[in-house]
């Protein structure tokens, strides 16, 4: 194992979170001790960087000890997550459904450490009844607000194309890449939908040169999703004339002022907390929570200097209202 480093980061009231990109010891603290495994860096402005968010915000809501490893490889997975729970960690979230298999082999070693397994894959059958739970983000709901935020977009430019991109296609992406085309049908079906994937999280240069294609393929709006590399749609959209349509971006919003129009989000910060919350008050159950736009889990954000999306804004608000007070479920319509 790696030398052990140790990052203090003061957060809110005195509390501190402690990671390094190997493995890593906590401070100490009298509250939950809780353990965070990333795939990505904190710093990725997008899933990696929302799942340390929440770590902070347990310490700070909890009094917990906490402690992170980011940029782990999947070679380091049991490794590093059985670390954790050898060191005493009482929960251990493992960020990404990639986790599945290290997690639950680990968990029958420990069955009083719990578990969590994050994903935006709501149909994802994580818990197992015992000490592993599935933390679930409503992808198809982010995916969806998405696509008719670029329906609409694209009803203002007379374009009849849209695009989107995503990542590694595991299951979490997959779903939001499909809500997304079911968005857009939503609002215009003769709009036609461009997919693909790029294979890769951290291949900006690939995904910007898909972002290209798709651009001249005549698609007017790209929306990208695949973590750090999310960055390669919105510089193909900003040189070659385009407009993004973001995930878990808004502090993207000053770099893109005018070509990413808005961000769809997935606060899994949110969700981790309210989790970590039944987890102290002894209300844990090994199943699969799932939150979406009616828990504030899901929303999405318009840029403030980018046009198009706010001549927009309202009409995908009022699809948000439409969602909130179930006059649109959009999971009977991905069902069917």
Same mark, same amino acid.
């Given at each position: ?207 910007? +040169? ?8 005549? @698609?007017? *709006?790209? !929306? =990208?999703? #695949?973590?750090?590399?999310?960055? $390669? ?20 919003? +000053? ?8 961000? @769809?989000? *997935?606060? !899994? =910060?949110? #969700?981790?907390?309210?989790?970590? $919350? ?59």
């Amino acid at each position: 194992m790696k030398k052990i480093f140790l990052i203090v980061m003061v957060f809110f009231l005195g509390l501190a979170v402690v990671g390094c990109g190997s493995t890593d010891e906590g401070t100490e603290s009298d509250g939950l001790k809780v353990a965070l495994v990333l795939t990505g860096a904190i710093n990725d402005k997008g899933w990696n960087q929302k799942g340390y968010e929440g770590l902070v915000a347990i310490a700070a809501e909890y009094k917990a000890a906490t402690a992170y490893n980011e940029n782990t490889q999947p070679g380091q997975f049991n490794q590093i997550i059985r670390t954790y729970a050898k060191d005493g960690y009482e929960v251990i979230i493992a960020h990404g459904t990639q986790f599945a298999d290290a997690v639950n082999e680990v968990a029958s070693e420990y069955p009083d450490t719990k578990f969590l397994i994050t994903s935006s894959d709501r149909t994802a059958q994580i818990g197992n009844g015992e000490n592993v739970a599935g933390v679930l983000a409503d992808g198809v709901q982010q995916g969806f607000l998405q696509g008719v935020t670029a329906a609409y977009i694209a009803q203002e430019q007379n374009s009849t194309k849209v695009g989107a991109i995503g990542g590694t296609q595991i299951p979490a992406i997959k779903t939001t890449v499909d809500g997304f085309s079911l968005g857009v049908k939503y609002v215009n079906p003769s709009i036609q939908v461009l997919e693909a994937y790029t294979g890769s999280f951290d291949d900006v240069n690939k995904l910007k +040169e898909q972002a290209i294609t798709f651009i001249q393929q005549g @698609a007017t *709006v790209v !929306m =990208s999703t #695949a973590n750090a590399a999310t960055k $390669g749609g919105y510089e193909a959209t900003k040189d070659n004339g385009g407009i993004s349509i973001g995930s878990n971006s808004t502090s993207q919003f +000053e770099t893109y002022p005018a070509n990413l129009a808005a961000s @769809a989000n *997935v606060d !899994m =910060s949110k #969700a981790l907390l309210v989790v970590a $919350g039944e987890i102290v008050n002894d209300r844990f159950e090994a199943i699969n929570y799932i939150y979406g736009i009616a828990e504030g889990v899901v929303d999405i954000t318009f840029s403030t200097t980018e046009p198009l999306g706010l001549s927009v804004k309202d009409k995908v608000e009022a699809i948000v209202a439409d969602i909130e007070s179930g006059k649109i479920d959009v999971q009977a319509l991905y069902d069917n």
